[in-house]
């Protein structure tokens, strides 16, 4: 038990929920980007009334989020320092990794001999080696896969190198085994930060992605606040792609899910346990399913299912528990282009012996969050500034 009296925390990451651009959003040609706000304004309103409860609308003015009298709990948003915008580099800063430089983006495709080398150790030809929005790829060269039995290679504006595959023409262990000899290939100045197997299933003009995605990250950089729990036997268990993520590391147990749903109903399972440490949770479907496919209705909606999940997480905690609430990006989906957005995240923080009403400021890293998970577990912080005095009481 930490000074604080507190047994276990659940982190859940509302994948690329933004709350605003940050002051560097130019040199990422994100400027206007709000995710949270803009989503807002397209569906005129949000309806958010349990994260409000917290304080979501006392960080920033959301249409449909009134500010809280009486909040709760504790709230604010905080800065990126590490340079870029993906779903690798704002979960290890979370974590407690600053970067010093951005993973490698490949914005023209990635070299020729790069990819004449992979052909060559896959035994097949590739099409594409292009950026391209991944639903808007498929369409374009589904036919010619489906024909030719070639992979897809595909980049966006993020730091990733994409498999995509119709799940009857390439097996999903094939896909999955030839995304891990890309995975191999691309360390040094090629070292993307993820690679992802992109399987879609449909014909021609009906082509769907389905859930059976899966990422393969770089092994972090040095040890997380993650790596440093387990190392000190506290559990830390990972919902949703949190594991592909730390490449596994500074993982007890991974329970992998398909849906935002199935994602809540996890975290909601792990909470049952009753088992000391962390629960870690990323709900994937805001950025997957409607951010980078320019949904903000569907972006809306999924925001209010969740709000109307989130006293069912609240009443499955105790008294030792602590909630902390956050993203990693943001994914406008209202704004030009099909990417992430440089973007300050919301932070939510509650516990039921949380001080009620706290204002937690602009925080000037994720690693924050790390920083204090750490004061929490009596462990000492690397980076960051513990937020755990701000809103609770040292036992006495």
Same mark, same amino acid.
């Given at each position: ?8 925390? *659940?982190?859940?990451? &509302? ?14 040609? +994100? !400027? ?24 979501l609308?006392?960080?920033? /003015? ?5 500010? /809280? ?21 704002? @979960? ?21 001999? %790069? ?20 639903? $808007? ?36 262990d ?16 090629? $070292?993307?930060? =993820?690679?992802?197997? =992109? ?21 972090p ?14 559990n830390?268990?990972a ?16 329970? =992998? *899910?398909?849906?935002n749903? !199935? ?21 994937? !479907? #805001?950025?997957?399913?409607y951010?980078?496919?320019? +949904?903000?209705?569907? #972006?809306?909606?999924? &925001? ?13 905690l ?7 609430? *956050?993203?990693? @990006?943001?994914? +406008? ?5 099909? +990417? @992430?957005s440089?973007?300050?995240?919301? &932070? ?5 012996? $949380?001080?009620?009403?706290?204002? %937690? ?12 998970? $750490? ?14 005095? /701000?809103? &609770?009481?040292?036992?006495?």
């Amino acid at each position: 038990m930490s000074n604080y009296g507190i047994n276990r925390i *659940t982190l859940i990451i &509302l994948d690329s929920v933004g709350i605003g651009e940050l002051p560097d959003a130019h040199e990422y040609g +994100d !400027e206007g980007s709000n995710t949270l706000v803009n989503v807002a304004k397209a569906v005129g309103g949000l309806n958010l009334p349990n994260m409000a409860k917290i304080g979501l609308g006392n960080i920033l /003015e959301i249409p449909g989020v009134a500010p /809280e009298p009486s909040p709760i709990g504790g709230y604010g948003k905080m800065n990126e320092r590490s340079p870029g915008k993906d779903t690798t580099t704002g @979960h290890w800063e979370l974590a407690g990794i600053i970067l010093d430089r951005p993973f490698p983006v490949f914005p023209n495709g990635f070299p020729t001999e %790069l990819i004449e080398e992979y052909q060559r150790r896959i035994g097949r030809k590739v099409l594409g080696n292009k950026a391209a929005s991944g639903t $808007a790829i498929i369409e374009e060269l589904g036919q010619q896969h489906m024909q030719t039995g070639s992979p897809i290679v595909y980049t966006s504006a993020d730091s990733v190198f994409q498999v995509a595959a119709h799940e009857n023409v390439i097996q999903l262990d094939e896909l999955y085994r030839i995304c891990e000899i890309a995975r191999e290939m691309l360390t040094g100045d090629y $070292a993307v930060g =993820r690679v992802i197997a =992109r399987p879609f299933v449909g014909q021609p003009g009906k082509f769907k992605r389905t859930a059976n995605r899966h990422d393969y990250s770089l092994p972090p950089v040095k040890p997380t606040v993650l790596d440093r729990l387990v190392e000190k036997n506290i559990n830390v268990w990972a919902v949703g792609k949190i594991e592909d993520i730390f490449a596994g590391r500074g993982i007890t147990k991974s329970m =992998r *899910t398909k849906s935002n749903v !199935e994602g809540i109903n996890t975290t909601i399972e792990c909470l049952r346990q009753n088992e000391r440490g962390i629960i870690f949770t990323n709900l994937v !479907e #805001y950025d997957q399913n409607y951010g980078h496919r320019k +949904d903000p209705q569907g #972006y809306a909606k999924a &925001l209010e299912e969740f709000d109307q999940r989130l006293p069912e997480i609240m009443a499955t905690l105790k008294n030792d528990d602590l909630l902390i609430i *956050t993203a990693d @990006h943001g994914c +406008d989906p209202t704004t030009a282009g099909t +990417d @992430h957005s440089r973007e300050y995240v919301p &932070l939510l923080v509650y516990s039921p012996q $949380a001080q009620k009403g706290i204002d %937690l400021g602009v925080r000037t890293t994720f690693a924050d969050v790390a920083a204090t998970i $750490a004061d929490l577990f009596n462990l000492n912080a690397e980076v960051g500034v513990s937020f755990a005095a /701000e809103v &609770l009481e040292r036992d006495k």
